[in-house]
C-alpha cells in the first residue's frame, strides 16, 4: 500500500513557464513533507520542505504547497529552467513513526530550451 | 554541501560473490538509512538505525545485512549475491531538525550482479 503516491510519471515544460508537480499522501499521522531532486546516478538532494502546521513554504523559484484536508502537496517551479531537468521525489514522514521518510515514486521533469 | 559518501560508485561482480557497500558521513548523524532504487521506480527503506548497536529492517525485504559499530559508518552485505540484486543502493543520514527531518544522500552505489 503506497502512502505517498505521485501519479505523474513525468512532466514537460517549456522554459520559463511554471512546472507544477503533485504529490498525495494517505497516511493522516504525516507532519513533514519534503521534495528532493535527483539527476541519474547520483544520491537525491534535498530541495524544500514543509511542516503539517503551515500551507506554504518559499525559497526562492521554488514553493510547496500543503493542503492537509485534501492530502496533497504540490511544487511549484518559476520560472523553470532546463538545469531544472530532473527526477524529484516527494517524501513524508511521522513523528509517531520516529521521523522515517516514507517516499513517492517520482516525476521526471523535461524544461525544454 | 552534505557529508555523506558511498563507496564504491558502480560496481559488476559475479554471482555469488560477497560484497559490502561502504557508507559514511561525519555530520555526526544518529540516524542512517539505505534505500534501494530500481531505474523509474521509487526509493524503497530496506534497512535504518537511530544509532551505534540499533539496526532494523525496512518496508522492502532485502537479503543483506547492516551494521552499526561507529555513529558514522554504516555499511551494507551482500553474502551471495544474485542478479536480482541488481540495483542502486542509496545510503542517508538523518538528525532530527525541529518538528521534521532533512535526510542528506550518498551518491549512491550501482550495482549489477553477473
Known amino acids: 500500500d503506497q502512502q505517498v503516491k505521485q501519479n505523474s510519471p513525468s512532466l514537460s515544460v517549456q522554459e520559463g513557464r511554471i512546472s507544477i508537480l503533485n504529490c498525495d499522501y494517505t497516511?493522516?499521522?504525516?507532519?513533514?513533507f519534503l521534495w528532493y531532486k535527483k539527476y541519474p546516478a547520483e544520491g537525491p538532494t534535498f530541495l524544500i520542505s514543509i511542516s503539517s502546521i503551515k500551507d506554504k513554504n518559499e525559497d526562492g523559484r521554488f514553493t510547496v504547497f500543503l493542503n492537509k484536508s485534501a492530502k496533497h502537496l504540490s511544487l511549484h517551479i518559476v520560472p523553470s529552467q532546463p538545469g531544472d531537468s530532473a527526477v524529484y521525489f516527494c517524501?513524508?514522514?511521522?513523528?509517531?513513526?520516529?521521523?522515517?521518510?516514507?517516499f513517492g515514486g517520482g516525476t521526471r521533469l523535461m524544461v525544454k530550451p | 554541501e552534505a557529508d555523506i559518501y558511498q563507496t564504491p560508485r558502480y560496481l559488476v561482480i559475479g554471482t555469488g560473490k560477497k560484497i559490502t557497500l561502504e557508507c559514511s558521513q561525519t555530520?555526526?548523524?544518529?540516524?542512517m538509512y539505505w534505500y534501494q532504487q530500481d531505474p523509474g521506480m521509487e526509493l524503497h527503506l530496506i534497512h535504518y538505525s537511530y544509532g551505534v548497536n540499533s539496526t532494523e529492517k525496512g518496508d522492502l525485504s532485502s537479503e543483506s545485512t547492516v551494521s552499526r559499530i561507529r555513529t558514522e559508518h554504516f555499511p551494507l552485505t551482500l553474502e551471495s549475491a544474485r542478479p536480482s540484486h541488481t540495483s542502486q543502493y542509496l545510503c542517508?543520514?538523518?538528525?532530527?531538525?525541529?518538528?521534521?527531518?532533512?535526510?542528506?544522500f550518498g551518491q549512491g552505489t550501482r550495482l549489477t550482479v553477473v
Open positions: 542517508a543520514s538523518s538528525a532530527f531538525k525541529g518538528k521534521g527531518t532533512e535526510a542528506f
Open positions: 517524501a513524508a514522514s511521522a513523528n509517531n513513526a520516529g521521523n522515517m521518510l516514507t
Open positions: 555530520m555526526g548523524h544518529d540516524k
Open positions: 497516511n493522516s499521522m504525516f507532519d513533514y
